[in-house]
C-alpha cells in the first residue's frame, strides 16, 4: 500500500496555520514504510488554491496544525484526509505516528 502525505512547515517542522508554510513535506509510505520526503514550494496562498495544488500531486493525508473550515472541505471534496489540531513535530515523525494511529489530533488552530 502507497500513501501520500503532505505536512505544511516551516524550518523544517510542522507550520501551525497550514496557509502561513513556507514548504509542504511530501511524505512516501509503502507498506507502512518510510520511502522519501521531498519539499515543495507551493504556489502564493490564496482560498482554495493549496487543496488543488496537494490533489494534483496525489496527496492523501495532510497533517495540519490549523486550517480554515473552507480548506477542508475542499480536500474532503478531492478524497483528503485532514488532520488538524496536530502539535509542532518533523514530518516524518507525525507520519510515523499517524501510522501507528498516536497521531494527537486536537482544536482546529485555525479559526476561519
Given at each position: 500500500?502507497?500513501?501520500?502525505?503532505?505536512?505544511?512547515?516551516?524550518?523544517?517542522?510542522?507550520?501551525?496555520?497550514?496557509?502561513?508554510?513556507?514548504?509542504?513535506?511530501?511524505?512516501?509510505?509503502?507498506?507502512?514504510?518510510?520511502?522519501?520526503?521531498?519539499?515543495?514550494?507551493?504556489?502564493?496562498?490564496?482560498?482554495?488554491?493549496?487543496?488543488?495544488?496537494?490533489?494534483?500531486?496525489?496527496?492523501?493525508?495532510?497533517?495540519?496544525?490549523g486550517m480554515g473550515q473552507r480548506a477542508q472541505?475542499?480536500?474532503?471534496?478531492?478524497?483528503?484526509?485532514v488532520c488538524v489540531g496536530v502539535n509542532s513535530?518533523?514530518?516524518?515523525?507525525?507520519?510515523?505516528?499517524?501510522?501507528?494511529?498516536?497521531?494527537?489530533?486536537?482544536?482546529?488552530?485555525?479559526?476561519?
Amino acid at each position: 500500500m502507497r500513501k501520500l502525505f503532505a505536512v505544511p512547515t516551516i524550518d523544517g517542522k510542522l507550520c501551525q496555520h497550514f496557509g502561513h508554510c513556507e514548504k509542504f513535506a511530501i511524505v512516501e509510505i509503502q507498506d507502512k514504510q518510510f520511502v522519501r520526503e521531498d519539499y515543495i514550494t507551493p504556489p502564493v496562498h490564496q482560498p482554495g488554491v493549496y487543496p488543488k495544488f496537494l490533489a494534483d500531486h496525489g496527496i492523501e493525508v495532510i497533517i495540519s496544525g490549523g486550517m480554515g473550515q473552507r480548506a477542508q472541505d475542499l480536500f474532503a471534496q478531492n478524497n483528503i484526509e485532514v488532520c488538524v489540531g496536530v502539535n509542532s513535530d518533523s514530518p516524518q515523525q507525525l507520519v510515523k505516528q499517524y501510522l501507528e494511529e498516536q497521531l494527537e489530533t486536537g482544536q482546529n488552530l485555525c479559526d476561519h
